[in-house]
């Protein structure tokens, strides 16, 4: 049974940093897509960046050159590295596992505030 966890979230303040993991269990995922999504109260969910087995990344235009996205394919573990943040980063991030179907990992809050 796949399964995604999520940790690292939390409170900061604006211009703050945090880092996200994602550890996924149940398989071998070093050639599958893993990312991050995220949606806040009323607005639809989001792509935020997501890396592909070969490590190709695509960033959502609102992050780049803010976060950063990489993987530990040892550790079936995804990160996401987020610097400069700003209070519209406000959100519940959830960690995606891409294949034959899609996997969600239960959402961990970002809460950029002063």
């Known amino acids: 049974q796949v399964q995604l966890v999520e940790s690292g979230g939390g409170l900061v303040q604006p211009g703050g940093s945090l880092r996200l993991s994602c550890v996924a269990s149940?398989?071998?995922?070093?050639?599958?897509?893993m990312g991050w999504y995220r949606q806040a109260p009323g607005k639809e969910r989001e792509l935020v960046a997501f890396i592909a087995g070969v490590g190709t990344t695509v960033y959502a235009d609102s992050v780049k050159g803010r976060f950063t996205i990489s993987r530990d394919k040892a550790k079936n573990t995804v990160y996401l590295q987020m610097n400069s943040l700003k209070p519209e980063d406000t959100s519940v991030y959830l960690c995606?596992?891409?294949?034959?179907?899609?996997?969600w990992g239960q959402g961990t809050q970002v809460t950029v505030s002063s």
């Open positions: 995606m596992l891409g294949g034959p179907r899609i996997y």
């Open positions: 149940g398989g071998i995922f070093s050639n599958n897509v």
